[in-house]
């Protein structure tokens, strides 16, 4: 769990400023003045990079027991009524003995629940005592009075992070279990219809916002990201996704960043990515002055037509890729599983103008910027939905290496025509022969301008390498991995999965958007004749061709 936790750490979402490790807490947030704290912030804060969090199943699992009754009868925060279930992360020091433990806990607020708890070694050494991090549900108390009434009781309480999750879900929510029937292994959606279920299990929204997040102070953009939360949860498949009447404030600050990566992208982006970007800029209304839809975006993926004249029309097929509002961060289980039906789960709010170039979460802007154009690319489109296939049902273990794959390639990746057979490349001026195609470097001028110009190590994409290498937070990556191709990186994942103990095999069927369990010798016969079709295509096209 310790080890789980540190990678959940490492995967803070970061690229678009590198705030100081000692940063200046709110006063409205109780914490010691030292650096202490902040050192725990980074730590255990309860975040994700990109959408996909290393958060253990178990977590995610309790997270979703049954539906709560109690609503909360304090305010959240004075003058403040915003709905939502809170979740207040505390620390509190606590002596080893067991007993201490157990009065510790009896000291919490009535109908309190806890969806985490961790202890780590003191920093001063001492052998008696140890910090306890504790993730709480509060149902009958505001944060303050909660804090207030643990210190009463004797708790040495420190607050870490608040937030708030929505309870605007208009139809009542069932987990589907934790075991799968068919496979044995952890539930996992079988059909596009089952996103609904991996899309309304989401962990943090960012209502609430840490005090050090650039709207913290903002009532009004607060109330905005509520807005945006509840609209995603009550989102359904096939449902046309809600159109964003986007502010002032919002589109001056997407103008800001647009023009600012529009420049880096045609210096150092992958000609796959510059090609579809010039389509989303003539179909998606992409520019500067305009935030693009993703009911647009949508029809996009899946092929677009364009009148010529009166007699003429262009119809483009794409990869049938589409994107779907999710109200936070996924696990990586849920984020991942969205992969293998081409649904990029993908928000719709944007971050705050008090610093255009800086979000601590993933946001609308890192998402069209960074991602929309590539997934009109069918190969690249191809690996993404094989990574997510490979996790349905895959082992905690595996999902970990699997999301870890995917962040150093989708998210941090680099491809060079020019590669060359040996693993590692050279510090300085031999990274600028590389273009970028991962979409978190592509949303982050400062990090994409560190790979590409800077001193960064660049390292040839082997997936057993890859999945040993630590995920940095505060700090730009270490190194970066590149392949020739989006094909060399497909072949490279498929060998890897081949690897993994996952006791069955899973088949997308795009024609009923439902993934078959080839797990026994009929559902494999009955994808043998499906493909025969296929087959009997290819081997006629081949005869023409030869």
């Not at 009075?145 to 040495?156: C, K, P, T, V, Y």
């Not at 069955?504 to 993934?515: A, D, G, K, L, Q």
Request: glycine fraction near 6%; proline fraction near 4%; hydrophobic fraction near 35%.
């Amino acid at each position: 769990m310790d080890t789980l936790f540190q990678m959940a750490s490492a995967m803070k979402f970061q690229y678009y400023s590198k705030k100081a490790v000692g940063k200046t807490m709110s006063n409205s947030v109780s914490i010691s003045s030292d650096n202490r704290m902040e050192d725990f912030k980074r730590r255990f804060r309860r975040s994700g990079s990109l959408g996909i969090p290393f958060v253990p199943e178990e977590d995610v699992k309790q997270l979703f027991t049954p539906a709560r009754t109690i609503r909360k009868e304090a305010s959240i925060r004075e003058g403040d009524e915003e709905d939502g279930v809170q979740v207040l992360t505390i620390i509190v020091k606590s002596s080893r003995v067991s007993e201490d433990i157990a009065k510790m806990i009896a000291n919490l607020p009535d109908q309190t629940r806890i969806k985490h708890l961790e202890t780590r070694d003191c920093q001063d050494g001492s052998t008696t005592t140890m910090d306890v991090l504790l993730e709480i549900e509060l149902f009958h108390y505001g944060k303050q009075e909660a804090i207030d009434l643990m210190r009463l009781n004797g708790l040495d309480v420190h607050e870490v992070s608040f937030t708030i999750r929505p309870t605007a879900i208009k139809e009542q929510y069932t987990e589907p279990g934790s075991d799968d029937a068919t496979t044995g292994s952890e539930w996992f959606p079988k059909s596009i219809y089952d996103l609904d279920i991996c899309a309304k299990r989401v962990i943090m929204y960012g209502a609430g916002l840490d005090a050090d997040h650039p709207g913290f102070k903002d009532k009004e953009y607060r109330e905005r990201r509520m807005m945006f939360g509840e609209l995603a949860l009550q989102y359904k498949h096939g449902e046309p996704i809600p159109r964003i009447e986007y502010t002032d404030s919002e589109r001056k600050t997407w103008g800001v960043i647009y023009r600012k990566l529009r420049e880096l992208h045609k210096k150092y982006a992958c000609k796959q990515f510059l090609d579809n970007f010039d389509l989303l800029e003539r179909h998606c209304g992409y520019s500067e002055n305009n935030i693009p839809q993703l009911e647009d975006i949508c029809k996009f993926l899946k092929g677009f037509s364009r009148s010529l004249g009166p007699n003429e029309s262009l119809f483009s097929a794409k990869t049938g890729f589409r994107v779907r509002p999710v109200a936070g961060y996924l696990s990586a289980r849920d984020f991942l599983a969205g992969l293998a039906y081409r649904v990029f789960f993908c928000t719709q709010y944007v971050r705050h103008h008090a610093d255009p170039f800086y979000t601590p979460e993933p946001d609308t802007v890192h998402e069209l910027m960074g991602h929309m154009a590539l997934f009109a690319d069918p190969d690249f489109a191809q690996f993404s939905q094989e990574i997510g296939l490979a996790s349905l049902g895959a082992s905690e273990e595996d999902l970990k290496k699997l999301a870890t794959l995917y962040f150093f390639s989708i998210e941090f990746g680099l491809s060079s025509d020019d590669a060359a057979d040996s693993p590692m490349k050279e510090h300085g001026s031999n990274n600028e022969r590389f273009k970028v195609y991962g979409a978190g470097l592509l949303s982050s001028a400062g990090e994409l301008q560190h790979a590409v110009e800077g001193s960064a190590t660049i390292i040839r994409f082997d997936p057993d390498r890859v999945v040993e290498q630590e995920c940095l937070i505060t700090t730009f990556q270490s190194a970066y991995f590149y392949t020739r191709n989006f094909e060399e990186a497909q072949q490279k994942l498929r060998m890897f999965t081949n690897n993994m103990k996952r006791p069955f095999i899973v088949r997308y069927n795009p024609y009923t958007e439902s993934v078959e369990v080839l797990n026994n010798s009929r559902s494999i016969m009955l994808a043998v004749n499906s493909l025969r079709s296929d087959i009997n295509l290819l081997a006629g096209a081949l005869h023409y061709i030869l």
